[in-house]
T-cell receptor, first 118, second 115 residues
Framework: GAVVSQHPSRVICKSGTSVKIECRSL??????MFWYRQFPKQSLMLMAT?????????EQGVEKDKFLINHASLTLSTLTVTSAHPEDSSFYIC??????????????FGPGTRLTVL | AQTVTQSQPEMSVQEAETVTLSCTYD???????LFWYKQPPSRQMILVIR??????QNATENRFSVNFQKAAKSFSLKISDSQLGDTAMYFC????????????FGGGTRLMVKP
């Protein structure tokens, strides 16, 4: 299957600071990337859909000014948590896909980033 | 809107035995895909198996197979010869055709394989 990387794997920051998480598709061009948040022992919650070269589409209840998403190239999307607070502490997962391409007509997931806000 | 239900929050199985995880879904679509993903303690989501709804034949990947019942909207996962490394959360997921590859996930089943 396709390989997706995420960086950093863990980050600890102080309340009020911003944190950037990178998601890269390593061996295919991803026209679409998804960002999820996962709470302990729960399923993945979709935050936003990111299409290369256009603005992200946010799910209901997700603050777009707090969770800034950029998808500047076919292999990179970034999620920036602005002015992070302890309630933003969570596990963030990205996935990459290319709708319409048979070999990548599936979501492939990054390893996740654990964010802890002190 | 689609919904995916996994009715078994937790399951356990003895090593080398067979276990079946249940998944049902609700949709009015005719063309779609179904997936099982595994999330081990590392939390990396791993694709286990994929089924196209237009295919009547059940998908198989080594020790993993599915029982796809389209009329009943059921998509169970059978793990044969369970191994300790199969211990993980398992998520069933639905993808509508021509909808940007967006997934709808079930709530997950935590599987423990006991030695």
């Amino acid at each position: 299957g396709a390989v997706v990387s995420q960086h950093p794997s863990r980050v600890i920051c102080k309340s009020g600071t911003s944190v950037k998480i990178e998601c890269r598709s390593l061996d295919f061009q991803a026209t679409t990337m998804f960002w999820y948040r996962q709470f302990p022992k729960q399923s993945l919650m979709l935050m936003a859909t990111s299409n290369e070269g256009s603005k992200a589409t946010y799910e209901q209840g997700v603050e777009k000014d707090k969770f800034l998403i950029n998808h500047a190239s076919l292999t990179l999307s970034t999620l920036t948590v602005t002015s992070a607070h302890p309630e933003d502490s969570s596990f963030y997962i990205c996935s990459a896909t290319s709708p319409g391409q048979q070999s990548t007509d599936t979501q492939y997931f990054g390893p996740g980033t654990r964010l802890t806000v002190l | 809107a689609q919904t995916v239900t996994q009715s078994q929050p937790e399951m356990s199985v003895q090593e080398a035995e067979t276990v079946t995880l249940s998944c049902t879904y609700d949709t009015s679509e005719n063309n779609y895909y179904l997936f099982w993903y595994k999330q081990p303690p590392s939390r990396q989501m791993i694709l286990v198996i994929r089924q196209e709804a237009y295919k009547q034949q059940n998908a198989t990947e080594n020790r993993f197979s599915v029982n796809f019942q389209k009329a009943a909207k059921s998509f169970s996962l059978k793990i044969s010869d369970s191994q300790l490394g199969d211990t993980a959360m398992y998520f069933c997921a639905f993808m509508r055709n021509n909808a940007g590859n967006m997934l709808t996930f079930g709530g997950g089943t935590r599987l423990m394989v006991k030695p």
